[in-house]
């Protein structure tokens, strides 16, 4: 591929044997996918950093990146870690674990990575631009930036995305090319509303019926809460592999029908209405009928706002005996809610705001929960394989109900 003389230097080591190595794997990507260039890129966002999703072979290539003295060139964000860095004891998380976890997080400071440890990173401070090529991993993060910033990202994968952070560049191929970003696929939205709920049914709908193809989606209003974007993309990431949607007259590259085809013809069509509504949110329900032992909410991290609701709904309630309710969201977040009151009337309630992490790539499967509840399309879609239980997927309300009272809400 070519190479400019900047980019050749690296390669040839004159930037270190760190950016050396980082340019090595990064030809080497490019190659097999038929890049041409590379793209320099404004930001990456890592997931080389949760023990959980890279292992001891994770630990070893963040360490050795390290090792061969590289340092982020670009402003690089990390994912969630593999477990509440503070409290990790609290969740049973085991100590072998934590000691690797403490590696990769020694490794972050060393590489010089933001250490927001969230899979928002753009309300964390790296807020893309239109137009600006990246490269993030974390699908949920990938799918806001492609779609509603027009940002311009692939699914980048663990060790890629560090390589890039190093070099400040990524091969380019697949959504760094504006003729990748057109839609394949039309669904039409026939919802005369749109609960909070409904964007995460819908994204799962949307995942499922496009797979890894570009949804194009019509008839869909536009909603003030940026939380209901961000759960749609998610979910419609997990259940599909969905990393740009457009909405006509909403997202940055759909002004138009026109324009998100391109002037092609969908190659499939597809409507959602009350009825696909419905039968969405029973697929997303495997649990067999035992009563819920775990609430689990903050896929993608909560906000502030999902917070301040989560207190409004659990104030003066109490989660009923055995039962654990855990609100997943980043240090920042958590200590707005400190300050706002919410996290002492969270926890007055018997529930516990939890940072830092999630329940996905935290070992919560070491609980044997049998049934969790979630209002997470993302985390429903995920919880019988990662945290090996049945799962209820419901709204925040349906989820709060079932928590403190005995049995199931659904
Ligand atoms: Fe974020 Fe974990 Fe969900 S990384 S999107 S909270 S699975």
Same mark, same amino acid.
């Given at each position: 591929?070519?190479?400019?003389?900047?980019?050749?230097?690296?390669?040839?080591?004159?930037?270190?044997?760190?950016?050396?190595?980082?340019?090595?794997?990064?030809?080497?990507?490019?190659?097999?996918?038929?890049?041409?260039?590379?793209?320099?890129?404004?930001?990456?966002?890592?997931?080389?950093?949760?023990?959980?999703?890279?292992?001891?072979?994770?630990?070893?290539?963040?360490?050795?990146?390290?090792?061969?003295?590289?340092?982020?060139?670009?402003?690089?964000?990390?994912?969630?870690?593999?477990?509440?860095?503070?409290?990790?004891?609290? +969740?049973?998380?085991?100590?072998?674990?934590?000691?690797?976890?403490?590696?990769?997080?020694?490794?972050?400071?060393?590489?010089?990575?933001?250490?927001?440890?969230?899979?928002?990173?753009?309300?964390?401070?790296?807020?893309?631009?239109?137009?600006?090529?990246?490269?993030?991993?974390?699908?949920?993060?990938?799918? +806001?930036?492609?779609?509603?910033?027009?940002?311009?990202?692939?699914?980048?994968?663990? $060790?890629?995305?560090?390589?890039?952070?190093?070099?400040?560049?990524?091969?380019?191929?697949?959504?760094?090319?504006?003729?990748?970003?057109?839609?394949?696929?039309?669904?039409?939205?026939?919802?005369?509303?749109?609960?909070?709920?409904?964007?995460?049914? +819908?994204?799962?709908?949307?995942?499922?019926?496009?797979?890894?193809?570009?949804?194009?989606?019509?008839?869909?209003?536009?909603?003030?809460?940026?939380?209901?974007?961000?759960?749609?993309?998610?979910?419609?990431?997990?259940?599909?592999?969905?990393?740009?949607?457009?909405?006509?007259?909403?997202?940055?590259?759909?002004?138009?029908?026109?324009?998100? +085809?391109?002037?092609?013809?969908?190659?499939?069509?597809?409507?959602?209405?009350?009825?696909?509504?419905?039968?969405?949110?029973?697929?997303?329900?495997?649990?067999?009928?035992?009563?819920?032992?775990? $609430?689990?909410?903050?896929?993608?991290?909560?906000?502030?706002?999902?917070?301040?609701?989560?207190?409004?709904?659990?104030?003066?309630?109490?989660?009923?005996?055995?039962?654990?309710?855990?609100?997943?969201?980043?240090?920042?977040?958590?200590?707005?809610?400190?300050?706002?009151?919410?996290?002492?009337?969270?926890?007055?309630?018997?529930?516990?705001?939890?940072?830092?992490?999630?329940?996905?790539?935290?070992?919560?499967?070491?609980?044997?929960?049998?049934?969790?509840?979630?209002?997470?399309?993302?985390?429903?879609?995920?919880?019988?394989?990662?945290?090996?239980?049945?799962?209820?997927?419901?709204?925040?309300?349906?989820?709060?109900?079932?928590?403190?009272?005995?049995?199931?809400?659904?």
């Amino acid at each position: 591929m070519y190479l400019t003389e900047e980019e050749q230097k690296m390669l040839d080591g004159e930037n270190g044997p760190g950016c050396k190595f980082a340019m090595e794997i990064l030809v080497a990507v490019g190659d097999a996918f038929g890049a041409e260039k590379m793209v320099p890129v404004r930001s990456a966002h890592t997931i080389l950093s949760t023990y959980k999703g890279i292992l001891d072979a994770g630990v070893e290539a963040i360490e050795q990146f390290v090792a061969l003295g590289a340092k982020a060139a670009i402003p690089t964000t990390t994912d969630p870690a593999g477990m509440d860095l503070e409290r990790w004891t609290e +969740f049973r998380v085991p100590e072998d674990y934590a000691r690797k976890q403490f590696r990769i997080v020694k490794a972050v400071h060393s590489l010089g990575l933001i250490p927001c440890w969230t899979c928002t990173p753009y309300l964390a401070g790296l807020l893309p631009q239109k137009g600006d090529h990246l490269a993030w991993t974390e699908s949920s993060a990938v799918v +806001f930036a492609n779609s509603m910033v027009g940002a311009y990202t692939n699914r980048e994968t663990a $060790v890629i995305d560090i390589a890039a952070a190093v070099t400040g560049r990524t091969p380019e191929h697949g959504l760094h090319l504006k003729r990748n970003r057109l839609g394949n696929v039309l669904i039409d939205v026939q919802m005369e509303k749109m609960s909070a709920e409904d964007y995460r049914i +819908f994204g799962y709908f949307m995942g499922k019926k496009a797979g890894a193809r570009i949804p194009v989606i019509t008839g869909l209003r536009k909603t003030d809460r940026i939380e209901d974007y961000i759960a749609m993309g998610a979910a419609a990431a997990a259940s599909g592999g969905v990393a740009l949607y457009h909405i006509v007259g909403i997202t940055p590259e759909a002004g138009s029908l026109e324009e998100a +085809f391109g002037g092609n013809e969908p190659e499939k069509r597809f409507s959602f209405s009350l009825t696909e509504r419905e039968q969405t949110k029973h697929d997303m329900c495997t649990g067999g009928g035992g009563d819920i032992e775990a $609430v689990m909410v903050g896929c993608p991290h909560y906000t502030i706002t999902d917070i301040k609701k989560a207190a409004e709904l659990l104030e003066g309630k109490s989660v009923r005996k055995g039962l654990q309710f855990w609100i997943y969201t980043y240090k920042s977040i958590e200590l707005l809610a400190e300050r706002m009151g919410y996290k002492s009337i969270i926890e007055k309630a018997g529930a516990k705001i939890t940072s830092d992490t999630c329940m996905m790539i935290s070992p919560t499967e070491l609980w044997r929960f049998k049934t969790v509840m979630t209002d997470s399309g993302k985390f429903a879609y995920y919880a019988p394989s990662q945290v090996q239980a049945d799962v209820v997927f419901g709204s925040i309300e349906e989820c709060v109900t079932a928590a403190v009272e005995k049995g199931r809400p659904v």
